[in-house]
Nanobody, 123 residues
Framework: QLQASGGGLVQAGGSLRLSCAAS????????MAWFRQAPGKERDFVAV????????YYADSVKGRSILSRDNAKSTVYLQMNSLKPEDTAVYYC??????????????????WGQGTLVTVSS
């Protein structure tokens, strides 16, 4: 089970840190990712982190503005988002691939999902 949190209302140029806490004892074997979905649009890939946290990959839309990290001891993954823009407004979902594969950007590759947390960026 994944529990996402940290969303909210922020002005353009501001920052937010999203968290996703997982239950269970196998978190360290999961590849973890974030996706986002704006109203009326498809769910888009944001970032992914490998099991050991040594490898990350970002969508071009957030590259250079976001940092994805994980704490396996706390079974939690974090998405630090800086220099937020109005186009970042969306519901953000964390997702887990229990097979520990890496680099997948399609939501179809992820078996477990959090409930989503809303990020609203005002101009």
């Amino acid at each position: 089970q994944l529990q996402a949190s940290g969303g909210g209302l922020v002005q353009a140029g501001g920052s937010l840190r999203l968290s996703c806490a997982a239950s269970g004892r196998t978190f360290s074997s999961y590849t973890m990712a974030w996706f986002r979905q704006a109203p009326g649009k498809e769910r888009d890939f944001v970032a992914v982190i490998g099991r050991s946290a040594m490898s990350t990959y970002y969508a071009d839309s957030v590259k250079g503005r976001s940092i994805l990290s994980r704490d396996n001891a706390k079974s939690t993954v974090y998405l630090q988002m800086n220099s937020l823009k109005p186009e970042d407004t969306a519901v953000y979902y964390c997702a887990a691939d229990p097979f520990g594969r890496y680099y997948y950007t399609s939501p179809l590759e992820y078996a477990y999902w959090g409930q989503g947390t809303l990020v609203t960026v005002s101009s």
